[in-house]
Structures are given as structure tokens and as C-alpha cells.
């Protein structure tokens, strides 16, 4: 069963728009949440990460997520997108018991156009 | 620089040919692990290693054998690949197996089995 879902396996934005990335888990209990960026032929960066705390956290290249308890949802987002945003975008869950497992989504791909 | 490689990036074999891909960290981590990407299903953990001498099976072990002899390495072997092992391929890193621990990407090996 798919414990990470990534419903949008493609999205297209013009430069300077907004962007939510979407990411919902489907385990009982609170994971430990990140988002991971892939470029075309580099390996996977860590953008941000939710242990607990503040629902709102805050990654690099401005990006922010948030994490909705009742949705089981923990969304990316950036206000405003440059043309170096585009990328495959992948959701990833530890579910705390896993020895140091991460279960990926199936990656959502950004293009973004001028 | 802290970097994990992997050698080789790209591997064009034969079935039944054994390969082995390589990967290295210089950051003195504890725990390493490797994913396969595979199109449509995000990355699946195939093995990992919580410290030298200690390794096990994580979601997609079959074909595949690892070892960890040093801290700093964790080679990947394929005693006898086959067509469904073409994938692409990264190794990861993190401290330890916990989950706040960030865990660093290879750039990724790209292998395909004819």
C-alpha cells in the first residue's frame, strides 16, 4: 500500500508564480516529514523538514511546508518561482520505528516556464 | 567538501555479469543505505548499515549483496544482474539511523541490464 502519496505527478508554472506541491502519508501516528529536491543528474538535497513544533517550518531556496494533522497533508510551498526551481520534487516520511527508513512518494515534476 | 560519491554514475552490463557500484562518505557517518529509483514508485530502500560489520535488508533486498567493511564505505554487488534491476541507484548517509538526522545523497548511479 502507498504510505506517501504525491497525487500530481506533473505540474507546469510560469516564473513568479506561486506553487503548492502536495504530499499526503497515510500511518496512524505523526511521522517525521520532509521534502527532498532531486535536479536532472544530481543526487537528492533535503529542503526542509517537520520533527514537531511549529506546523509552518521553513527550508532553503524559500520554500515552506506546512503540516495539517487532520489532513495528514504536508504540502510544499514557495511564494514566488525562479526558472532554477525546476526539479523533481519528492515527499518522504520516517516513521520513527524504521531504522532510519525513509519511504518516498513517486515524486512530483516541476517545469517552469519563462 | 562532506560529499557522498558513487562510482560508477552511468553502467551498461549484461545479464549475469556481476557488478559491483561503489559508494563512499567522508563525514565519519554511522549509517548508510541504499535506494533504487524506479519510475512511477519514488525510491525503495534495498539495504542499510547502522555501523561497520552490521548491515540488513530494507524493503527491496532481493538480488542484491552489500558489505561494510570500513565506515566510510558500503558497496552495492549484483552477484548476477537482470533486466528488472536497471534502475537508477543512490547511496545515502546519515550520523545514525535516528530520524533527525539528516541523511546526504550520492549523485546516483545509473545502471542498465541488457
Not at chain 1, 23 to 31: D, K, R
Not at chain 1, 36 to 62: A, E, R
Not at chain 1, 87 to 96: N, T
Not at chain 1, 101 to 114: A, K, N
Request: hydrophobic share 30%; proline share 5%; net charge neutral.
Amino acid at each position: 500500500a502507498q504510505s506517501v502519496t504525491q497525487p500530481d505527478i506533473h505540474i507546469t508554472v510560469s516564473e513568479g508564480a506561486s506553487l503548492e506541491l502536495r504530499c499526503n502519508y497515510s500511518y496512524g501516528a505523526t511521522p517525521y516529514l520532509f521534502w527532498y529536491v532531486q535536479s536532472p543528474g544530481q543526487g537528492l538535497q533535503l529542503l526542509l523538514k517537520y520533527f514537531s513544533g511549529d506546523t509552518l517550518v521553513q527550508g532553503i531556496k524559500g520554500f515552506e511546508a506546512e503540516f495539517k494533522r487532520s489532513q495528514s497533508s504536508f504540502n510544499l510551498r514557495k511564494p514566488s518561482v525562479h526558472w532554477s526551481d525546476a526539479a523533481e520534487y519528492f515527499c518522504a516520511v520516517d516513521r520513527g520505528s524504521t531504522l532510519g527508513r525513509l519511504y518516498f512518494g513517486r515524486g512530483t515534476q516541476l517545469t517552469v516556464w519563462p | 567538501e562532506a560529499q557522498v560519491t558513487q562510482n560508477p554514475r552511468y553502467l551498461i552490463t549484461v545479464t549475469g555479469k556481476k557488478l559491483t557500484v561503489t559508494c563512499s562518505q567522508n563525514m565519519n557517518h554511522e549509517y548508510m543505505s541504499w535506494y533504487r529509483q524506479d519510475p512511477g514508485l519514488g525510491l525503495r530502500q534495498i539495504y542499510y548499515s547502522m555501523n561497520v560489520e552490521v548491515t540488513d535488508k530494507g524493503d527491496v533486498p532481493e538480488g542484491y549483496k552489500v558489505s561494510r567493511k570500513e565506515k566510510r564505505n558500503f558497496p552495492l554487488i549484483l552477484e548476477s544482474p537482470s533486466p528488472n534491476q536497471t534502475s537508477l541507484y543512490f547511496c545515502a548517509s546519515s550520523q545514525s539511523e535516528g530520524a533527525t538526522d539528516t541523511q546526504y545523497f550520492g549523485p546516483g548511479t545509473r545502471l542498465t541490464v541488457l
